[in-house]
T-cell receptor, first 114, second 114 residues
Framework: GDSVTQMEGPVTLSEEAFLTINCTYT??????LFWYVQYPGEGLQLLLK?????DKGSNKGFEATYRKETTSFHLEKGSVQVSDSAVYFC?????????????FGQGTTLQVKP | DAGVIQSPRHEVTEMGQEVTLRCKPI?????LFWYRQTMMRGLELLIY????????DSGMPEDRFSAKMPNASFSTLKIQPSEPRDSAVYFC????????????FGSGTRLTVV
């Protein structure tokens, strides 16, 4: 079945460092891909998305490119801030289904130190 | 729009008691999802509704769990009887058509069963 795999955390970086969080997926067809962020004590928030191959999603300095050839959707940011400390979830939605099921990876915790 | 509203935010109950979690989704979003989050198992999809109809409840762990959506503006997740292993954060999420727009999550209910 469909699945999402993320790099294990926690990822600990200094402020202004470059961030990469790896995400790969297994799915039939052509899913849509998402990154969600969860700040402490809150629900998940949509960070960015891409709905077809080679699309780049971007928001708040974060970017991710839908790579069908490598089945990947890695999250990147050029310069992280302390306020980016959170848990990041990669997810897919099977575009052939109209039932709306989102499949999440296990989450990667990012800690940014001043 | 106030977003997805969950209540209560925190619930502490004794083992064996009935627990009811509530969710008010976003108006016009036709899909509603209940997730459970724990450190050990991450995010688990319990059940989801499309146009108020349950589509897939295969994630509901046991018969002790039940969910209803009597109308487009209200859903409940009930646990009867509750057990300590049910302690988790329970999230409700509302989805737009096709979920290519992603989900909007509530802030969650932190359930502790003692």
């Amino acid at each position: 079945g469909d699945s999402v795999t993320q790099m294990e955390g926690p990822v600990t970086l200094s402020e202004e460092a470059f961030l990469t969080i790896n995400c790969t997926y297994t799915a039939t067809g052509y899913p849509s891909l998402f990154w969600y962020v969860q700040y402490p004590g809150e629900g998940l928030q949509l960070l960015l998305k891409a709905t077809k191959a080679d699309d780049k999603g971007s928001n708040k300095g974060f970017e991710a490119t839908y790579r069908k050839e490598t089945t990947s959707f890695h999250l990147e940011k050029g310069s992280v801030q302390v306020s980016d400390s959170a848990v990041y979830f990669c997810a897919l939605s099977h575009s052939s289904s109209n039932t709306g099921k989102l499949i999440f990876g296990q989450g990667t915790t990012l800690q940014v130190k001043p | 729009d106030a977003g997805v509203i969950q209540s209560p935010r925190h619930e502490v109950t004794e083992m064996g008691q009935e627990v009811t979690l509530r969710c008010k989704p976003i108006s016009g979003h036709n899909s509603l999802f209940w997730y459970r989050q724990t450190m050990m198992r991450g995010l688990e999809l319990l059940i989801y509704f499309n146009n108020n109809v349950p589509i897939d409840d295969s994630g509901m762990p046991e018969d002790r769990f039940s969910a209803k959506m009597p109308n487009a503006s209200f859903s409940t997740l009930k646990i009867q009887p509750s057990e300590p292993r049910d302690s988790a954060v329970y999230f409700c999420a509302a989805g737009g058509e096709g979920t290519h727009y992603g989900y909007t999550f509530g802030s969650g209910t932190r359930l502790t069963v003692v």
